[in-house]
């Protein structure tokens, strides 16, 4: 996800089309702010450790990110 301190144009162009979109629910009038990033997939061939999700974190922390302007958010296992 781009740092919270930089511009995000893109997330800014979505929550005013999501707020001029017409919609009235509560859920929508509760969005003050929508961040977009990018998400990146890390596939293994065997049952996943908590090694192995501490090393994807470094990974995506020091080698898959920028860490000037952006931060890594979460690293999750799913089945």
Do not use: C, W, Y
């Amino acid at each position: 996800m781009p740092k919270e301190v930089l511009l995000d144009p893109a997330g800014k162009s979505v929550n005013n089309a999501l707020h001029r979109s017409g919609h009235t629910s509560s859920t929508i009038a509760g969005i003050t702010a929508v961040r977009i990033g990018k998400r990146i997939e890390l596939h293994f061939d065997r049952p996943v450790t908590d090694a192995d999700v501490a090393e994807a974190q470094k990974i995506g922390e020091n080698f898959l990110s920028n860490a000037v302007i952006e931060d890594v958010v979460s690293v999750t296992v799913q089945n």
